[in-house]
């Protein structure tokens, strides 16, 4: 992982520079956490092959791959510039930057640029498909910026993070035009609790010295491990009733839990395999689905 980050760096735009700046702050490691759900959506929505890269299928993919990661990030950094200078992982030599008031205007227009952005799909989309869309964008706001900023509040910020299924739920909503089964919705919800709560275990000490609470400094490193595991074990169950090859690809993530425990990995380390994980099980959902659609 860390000599494919430096590979990365050598050929990406310096983050010196104005669109190297943003490039880095949407966090590229992730891009596919708010891409990948499009992909699915589109994949166990479609009816024929053809329907994989028709027009809006293609565009939100386009928007959720860069200008929604710079929205969700960019307002994340914005609220989050006092308690950065105190996370290990926005340091000079980290794999983040770290927002400064040098790009302080840049950061807050280009977050407003990629929520009008959004605008463009209210003609192309089904109501339907723009509620989830306005979930996605104001649950992306909230949970960063006052007055609720919910990531300051314990299991308030793990369940507001349900937002990173619902760019699968806009793209399976405008390809099928209804919404996706309400099981695999809420499976996908309560999976995506699980993901954020696991990527805040790195920031425990960091978010307690800035006085932050959230669902890891509330439970410490160890039992927000078991909430994890909890959330994960309890989507794959969820995933299960739905299909039971989708809760067999579920169950990879309490099993990953169980692995770090038993192997007593540094969670600090088994945090940057994670954008690996999400991408080898994606791609076995989106497999999965367009077998079903061209031969189930």
Not at 244 to 253: I, Q, R, T
């Amino acid at each position: 992982m860390a000599d494919i980050a430096d590979q990365l760096r050598r050929l990406a735009p310096s983050e010196q520079s104005a669109v190297g700046y943003l490039f880095w702050l949407s966090r590229p490691r992730f891009w596919l956490y708010l891409a990948g759900p499009v992909i699915v959506g589109v994949v166990y929505a479609a009816d024929t092959p053809e329907e994989f890269v028709q027009p809006i299928a293609v565009a939100l993919f386009a928007y959720f791959l860069v200008p929604a990661n710079v929205f969700l990030y960019g307002i994340n950094d914005i609220f989050d510039a006092d308690i950065d200078r105190l996370n290990p992982k926005k340091a000079a030599e980290g794999r983040e930057v770290r927002y400064g008031d040098r790009r302080g205007w840049h950061v807050v227009g280009a977050v407003g640029i990629a929520a009008a952005l959004a605008g463009v799909f209210l003609p192309a989309l089904s109501r339907d498909a723009l509620l989830a869309l306005a979930g996605f964008l104001l649950l992306g706001a909230a949970y960063s910026a006052p007055p609720l900023r919910l990531k300051t509040t314990p299991f308030l910020d793990s369940a507001s993070n349900g937002l990173y299924v619902l760019p699968g739920v806009v793209a399976y909503a405008a390809v099928a035009g209804a919404y996706p089964p309400l099981l695999a919705v809420a499976g996908g919800w309560i999976w995506a609790m699980g993901m954020h709560t696991f990527s805040a275990i790195p920031d425990i000490e960091p978010d307690r010295r800035a006085g932050i609470r959230t669902t890891a400094t509330a439970l410490g490193a160890s039992r927000t491990l078991v909430y994890c595991a909890g959330c994960w074990l309890l989507a794959a169950v969820l995933m299960g009733l739905v299909h039971p090859a989708l809760g067999a690809v579920f169950l990879v993530y309490p099993a990953f839990v169980a692995v770090i425990v038993a192997v007593d990995i540094d969670i600090d380390r088994a945090y940057w395999w994670f954008p690996v994980l999400n991408t080898l099980a994606g791609t076995v959902l989106t497999l999965m689905g367009i077998w079903e659609v061209r031969y189930g």
